[in-house]
C-alpha cells in the first residue's frame, strides 16, 4: 500500500485543512501569493547556510535582456566545474535569493561552482522569456566567470527542479543543435517536462499532497498566454539524440509530474543516452523545500547529485 512519509503526514494534513478553509473564506490564489507562499515555506524549513567563500551576483547580456545570476565558488582559488542551476516555482515563482540555502547546500555537496539564474517570470513575461534567459546564461556562463577573473573548469552541467527542470531539459534539447553549447551533464529534481499535464501521475498524484493538478494547470495558463501548442515546448516530446547529455533525475513517489520524469528517462535510454533515476517513493514534489522535516532524505538527494556530478 502506497503512504507517504511519516515525517509529513501530520504537515500535510494541516495544510490541506487549511487550504479548504480558507478557500471557504474567500482565499483567492494570486500571483502575489504564489510567490510568498514558496518564499515563506523555504524560509521556515530551509536552514541558512552553509557559508560558501565566494558568492557575488553578475550579470549575463543576451540578445535582447541581460540576465542576473548568482555565483557560488566554493573555492575561489581553484578551478573547478561549473553548474548553471534554474530554480523551481511553476516559471512563476521562486528566486535566486529564495533558493540561496539550496543553491549553498549543492555548491558545497559537489564541490561545483553554481550559477544561479534569475530568469524573468510569468505572467509579467511569458513563454519563452524564461527559457531564453536560460539558454542565455548557460551560453554565457563561461564569460561571466572570466569576466569576475575566477579559476573554472569547462566543464558544464546543468540542473534544475520542477520548473527549473523544465528549462534545464529545454536547453539540453537545444544544445543539441548548437555546436557553441557543450553540456557535459544534466540533473532534474522533481522536473516539469509535460505542459500538457497527459500522464497518470497528475491524477493519482493531483490533490492532497502539496502539489497538486489545479495549480500547475494555473502556472501553465500564466506561462502560455497566446494559445500556444503546448506540445512542442515539452522536453518529453521533443528529439532526442545521442547528443544530450549524461542524466541523473530525482522523482518523488507522490508527485502529480512523477511519471514524466520516469519517462523522460526511458526515452533517454531508448536513444542510447546514460540516464540515471533515483526515485524517493514516499516523497512530495519540491521537498528539498521540506528539509527540516526530511533532513535525511535532502542529504540524500543532495549526495546523489554530487556522485553523479563527480562520476
Given amino acids: 500500500m502506497r503512504q507517504v512519509s511519516p515525517k509529513l503526514a501530520a504537515w500535510l494534513a494541516e495544510l490541506n485543512r487549511q487550504s479548504e478553509e480558507a478557500i471557504k473564506n474567500g ?150 543543435f548548437d555546436p557553441l553549447l557543450a553540456i557535459a551533464r544534466q540533473v532534474l529534481v522533481y522536473p516539469s517536462l509535460d505542459y500538457t499535464l497527459r500522464l497518470p501521475s497528475v491524477n493519482e498524484n493531483g490533490e492532497g499532497y502539496f502539489l497538486t493538478k489545479g495549480r500547475v494547470a494555473w502556472y501553465f495558463d500564466h506561462y502560455f498566454q497566446h494559445a500556444e501548442n503546448r506540445l512542442p515546448p515539452s522536453p518529453l516530446y521533443g528529439e532526442f539524440t545521442d547528443k544530450l547529455p549524461k542524466t541523473l533525475v530525482i522523482t518523488a513517489g507522490f508527485d502529480p509530474l512523477r511519471d514524466e520524469g520516469i519517462a523522460y528517462v526511458e526515452k533517454l535510454r531508448l536513444a542510447g543516452v546514460h540516464a540515471e533515476h533515483r526515485q524517493f517513493d514516499d516523497l512530495v514534489h519540491g521537498y528539498l523545500s521540506l528539509e527540516a522535516m526530511i533532513e535525511e532524505e535532502c542529504a540524500a538527494t543532495y549526495g546523489a547529485i554530487a556522485a553523479f556530478v563527480n562520476g
Avoid at 540578445?63 to 534554474?86: G, K, L, M, N, Q
Avoid at 505572467?123 to 539558454?135: F, M, S, V
Wanted: aromatic share 8%; proline share 8%; net charge positive.
Fill in 27 to 176: 482565499y483567492l490564489v494570486t500571483v502575489t501569493s504564489a510567490r510568498e507562499a514558496l518564499a515563506n515555506l523555504t524560509t521556515a524549513f530551509v536552514p541558512p547556510g552553509p557559508a560558501i567563500a565566494w558568492v557575488n551576483d553578475e550579470l549575463i547580456a543576451g540578445s535582447d535582456y541581460t540576465v542576473p545570476v548568482r555565483i557560488y565558488h566554493p573555492a575561489p582559488s581553484e578551478a573547478r566545474p561549473v553548474i548553471v542551476f534554474c530554480h523551481g516555482g511553476g516559471h512563476m515563482a521562486g528566486s535566486v535569493a529564495v533558493y540561496d540555502p539550496i543553491c549553498r547546500r549543492l555548491a558545497a555537496a559537489t564541490g561545483h561552482i553554481v550559477v544561479s539564474v534569475d530568469y524573468r517570470r510569468s505572467p509579467e513575461n511569458p513563454y519563452p522569456a524564461g527559457l531564453t534567459d536560460a539558454y542565455t546564461a548557460a551560453r554565457g556562463v563561461w564569460g561571466a566567470l572570466e569576466k569576475r577573473r575566477l579559476p573554472f573548469r569547462r566543464e558544464l552541467t546543468l540542473a534544475g527542479d520542477s520548473g527549473g527542470g523544465a528549462f534545464t531539459a529545454s536547453v539540453s534539447r537545444l544544445a543539441q
